[in-house]
């Protein structure tokens, strides 16, 4: 029962602007834009995780893990520029097969911690850092589990959402 990361990074400077432009659809909460697959989504999307995970496709945005069952899966989400224009958060998860991740769906929450980093004299000062995780357990074995997530991507100059949109990656879970 180990721990995979997961970091995705999102082009939300060219998804602001694409929305801006009319190219494509903000969508909904409940009904987001898809970025479709592969070199689709790849335009937008980045995911990696840690080596010994990784099946395939590291560093783009249809990433193909391996997990057992019992592994917890965490997803960070942050944009190219480090969620300083734009934010984008993770808010929603849906799993083929259904039941292969607990709980239905996935657990969201922000994580913060106390890292300590320099401040402009170059002397190292405690900051503290927000990361919005989503989690959720890996419970069947055997199976090959393709999953949408869903993102909200936040104007931080004037707090506005520029959009929602999802993309569909993928887990193979091991015999045991």
């Known amino acids: 029962m180990g ?4 970091l995705v990074a999102v082009d939300g ?8 432009n009319g190219k494509i ?3 909904t909460k409940t009904s987001p834009t898809s970025l479709g697959a592969w070199s689709q989504s790849d335009v937008y999307i980045a995911m990696i995780s840690q080596h010994n995970n990784v099946v395939n496709n590291e560093g783009q945005s249809e990433l193909k893990i391996s997990a057992n069952s019992g592994d917890t899966v965490q997803w960070a989400m942050t944009t190219f520029g480090n969620n300083v224009d734009n934010t984008a958060f993770l808010y929603a998860g849906s799993f083929s097969p259904s039941g292969a991740i607990l709980p239905s769906g996935l657990l969201y929450f922000n994580s913060q911690t106390a890292e300590h980093l320099p401040n402009n004299s170059g002397t190292l000062q405690e900051f503290t850092n927000n990361v919005y995780l989503a989690q959720g357990t890996v419970i069947q074995v055997g199976v090959k589990i393709q ?9 931080n100059a004037n707090g506005n959402v ?8 993928f887990i193979d879970v091991n015999q045991g």
């Open 147 to 155: 999953y949408t997530l869903s993102f909200q991507l936040v104007n």
């Open 162 to 169: 520029i959009g929602y949109f999802s993309w569909d990656p």
């Open 25 to 27: 659809k903000p969508g």
């Open 3 to 6: 721990l995979i990361n997961i």
């Open 13 to 20: 400077t060219q998804l602001a602007e694409q929305v801006a």
